[in-house]
């Protein structure tokens, strides 16, 4: 009977070690919020299918607000401060992932490749952050005095959905430091933010990260979503693809389709899976392989394309 048991405490150990190793801390990038980039004028335009849309430019945001960066890295520390959590947050440094999205640009056109993504979506993708935090602060003044208003905002960085707003007023100060004035704001605030950031990263973890995909058959394509391809139609292969590597599917049903591509809004994949054998933490960019591979096995060349961190496009040859 000891004999049993013992070595069920040790099974269980082995499981309990394995699923620690599965839940990676969360990754969290702390930016400007864009409604501090417009207000100072730190953005730019990007063309995107015909359509101008304004980005933040935070790379100028950076180099020519000098208390901008030092206001960033103070809200990483309280984050840090307050994560009590035994799988530590990762904080990622927004000029660290500028200078990897611009020596990735410098790379992809040496290779002639395209310019379908914004720069802050580049810059996204290259911190593989899981949540954005986005702060937006206004230094006031009151006679002799100042105040900072202020709001931070939890952000996913796969689908820019929000989550877990804080926002105020901090008190009058003869401080005129913004670094000063905000930590005094927000400070009390930040255990409860920190939480529910976290709270909302275990969501993921049951629910999966929702990525969106668009499947494309180009003009030299020999195939289109109703060819056969074994058994079953391109489409029907490339659903029960995405069905296998969803959270129970989940996503599946938000579809628009045609005779030459299929447009999911969102599907929920698993934020840790086996690759290549091993247990991993999982992005957009491993299951667009995947599917690659997939499709490529079932004779069908294709190659794909991420947008930010949340956006695949998938080209079939």
Do not use: W
């Not at 670094?179 to 605030?189: D, K, M, P, Q, T």
């Amino acid at each position: 009977m000891k004999r049993f048991a013992f070595i069920c405490a040790a099974m269980l150990s082995i499981t309990t070690c394995f699923a620690q190793k599965a839940m990676t801390p969360p990754h969290v990038m702390v930016v400007p919020d864009m409604i501090y980039c417009k207000s100072h004028g730190y953005i730019q335009q990007f063309e995107n299918n015909g359509q101008t849309e304004t980005v933040p430019d935070y790379e100028r945001a950076l180099s020519e607000d000098p208390s901008l960066h030092s206001v960033l890295i103070q809200v990483a520390q309280l984050i840090t401060e307050a994560d009590h959590s035994d799988s530590k947050i990762v904080i990622v440094d927004l000029l660290e992932a500028i200078n990897n999205a611009k020596a990735d640009a410098a790379m992809a056109a040496a290779n002639a490749g395209d310019d379908s993504e914004s720069v802050d979506e580049a810059i996204i993708r290259n911190s593989e952050a899981d949540i954005l935090v986005k702060v937006q602060f206004d230094l006031l003044k009151n006679g002799p005095q100042y105040q900072v208003s202020y709001t931070i905002t939890g952000t996913d960085a796969y689908t820019n959905r929000m989550f877990a707003p804080v926002s105020g007023m901090g008190a009058p100060s003869t401080s005129v430091n913004p670094v000063v004035l905000l930590r005094e704001a927000v400070f009390s605030y930040m255990d409860s933010f920190t939480e529910k950031l976290l709270a909302y990263y275990q969501g993921m973890i049951k629910s999966g990260r929702m990525v969106a995909f668009e499947i494309k058959t180009t003009s030299t394509s020999a195939v289109n979503m109703n060819s056969k391809v074994g058994e079953y139609t391109l489409r029907e292969q490339i659903e029960d693809f995405l069905y296998d590597n969803s959270v129970e599917g989940n996503g599946l049903e938000r579809v628009q389709s045609g005779n030459t591509f299929l447009r999911y809004q969102g599907v929920y994949i698993p934020l840790v899976s086996t690759i290549r054998g091993r247990q991993r933490k999982q992005g957009a960019k491993d299951v667009a392989q995947k599917l690659v591979n997939f499709l490529e096995q079932n004779n069908v060349s294709a190659d794909y394309k991420i947008r930010g961190l949340g956006k695949v496009n998938i080209f079939i040859k």
